[in-house]
């Protein structure tokens, strides 16, 4: 299930989850828009990782734990540490990040 960050809590949810995939995007982000669905598609596939929707704008300190430079940006965190982030807009892209973290 995927959720959707209300308030700038991202460390917290990261320190309680071995395996979290972050969705960073925006309103305004056409691509940020076609990925959501396929994000949330995955998120019923991968029950073992925590899929979170993060609003870049509205939430600084939780884009301040990947370096978000383009959006929608994904990031792959484990045991509590960033391990790799992508900014794509291909499912194919977001399904290698999710193997680099899951060790398949």
């Not at 073992?48 to 383009?70: C, G, M």
């Given at each position: 299930?995927?959720?959707?960050?209300?308030?700038?809590?991202?460390?917290?949810i990261?320190?309680?989850?071995?395996?979290?995939?972050?969705?960073?995007?925006?309103t305004?982000?056409?691509?940020?828009r076609i990925?959501?669905?396929?994000?949330?598609?995955?998120?019923?596939?991968?029950?073992?990782?925590?899929?979170?929707?993060?609003?870049?704008?509205?939430?600084?300190?939780?884009?301040?734990?990947?370096?978000?430079?383009n959006?929608?940006?994904?990031?792959a965190?484990?045991s509590?540490?960033?391990?790799n982030?992508i900014?794509?807009?291909?499912?194919?892209?977001?399904?290698?990040?999710?193997?680099?973290?899951?060790?398949?």
């Amino acid at each position: 299930m995927l959720q959707e960050l209300e308030s700038d809590n991202l460390d917290q949810i990261i320190s309680d989850n071995e395996l979290v995939l972050v969705q960073y995007g925006a309103t305004w982000c056409g691509n940020c828009r076609i990925m959501k669905p396929k994000v949330k598609r995955l998120s019923g596939t991968y029950e073992n990782i925590k899929f979170v929707y993060a609003d870049a704008e509205k939430f600084p300190e939780s884009r301040k734990l990947a370096k978000v430079t383009n959006l929608p940006t994904f990031a792959a965190f484990k045991s509590g540490s960033l391990v790799n982030q992508i900014q794509t807009n291909k499912e194919d892209a977001l399904k290698s990040l999710i193997d680099e973290v899951t060790d398949n």
